[in-house]
């Protein structure tokens, strides 16, 4: 063998047991996924920690001005985005069984209560009392609050592209990788609302009660 037929040799790689199908940490989107979950994780975590420190450094927080906030809306929010994080719990089974129609109905559900979600939020929006530069506790919950509303947006868009090519068939019970980490993405978003409604919807009551 020549030696340019040996340095040829040095890059060869047998892929012949590798698969291009990959639905889980075996795929590098999937820990790509993971690691921006982990950073919004982190922005979340500064949000309530501010939160936090703000109420501790202002005796009267909220504003005294202001009644405690309403939670039928964000209770509703809270329930639609839970219920959403089984809708595509079930797309994501049902796909594994190559059921690939009950996959697309699963998924556009997510979307269409995400789109509830998103028109409640915005009518949220609307009822607030106070504007974004009015004062700190103003700014923090429209900061908070449109962080998330952005967040919901950009799930329904990734999982309304996974659905259009759902029906395309484009995704089976082997080719499902894209489902796997919108999934990852998606249940980020609702799980994050729990922090976000706690401190926003139920902090200021129990503080207003402990203030009264």
């Known amino acids: 063998m020549s030696t340019t037929e040996l340095n040829d040799a040095r890059f060869v790689v047998d892929a012949t047991d590798l698969s291009r199908f990959h639905s889980g940490s075996d795929a590098p989107i999937w820990w790509g996924i993971v690691g921006l979950v982990l950073i ?54 049902t796909l594994n069984k190559g059921q ?15 789109c509830v979600v998103l028109v409640i939020r915005w009518q949220q929006f609307q009822n607030f009392e106070f504007s974004l530069d009015q004062h700190v506790y103003g700014s923090l919950v429209w900061t908070i609050s449109g962080f998330h509303f952005l967040h919901v947006v950009s799930a329904a868009i990734g999982t309304a ?39 926003l919807y139920w902090v200021p009551r129990i503080t207003h009660t402990a203030g009264g």
């Open 100 to 114: 690939v129609t009950a996959f697309v109905l699963y998924t556009v559900a997510s979307v269409a209560l995400a």
């Open 161 to 199: 592209v996974v659905a259009i090519l759902g029906m395309m068939g484009f995704f089976s019970s082997t080719q499902r990788i894209g489902v796997v980490v919108d999934t990852l993405y998606w249940n980020f978003v609702a799980l994050a609302w729990i922090p976000f409604y706690l401190i």
């Open 40 to 93: 919004e994780m982190s922005v979340v975590a500064a949000f309530v920690i501010s939160y936090f420190y703000l109420l501790m450094s202002n005796p009267q927080w909220p504003p005294t001005d202001y009644p405690v906030p309403e939670l039928m809306l964000p209770t509703v929010s809270l329930v639609l985005l839970l219920i959403s994080c089984v809708t595509m719990y079930m797309a994501g089974k």
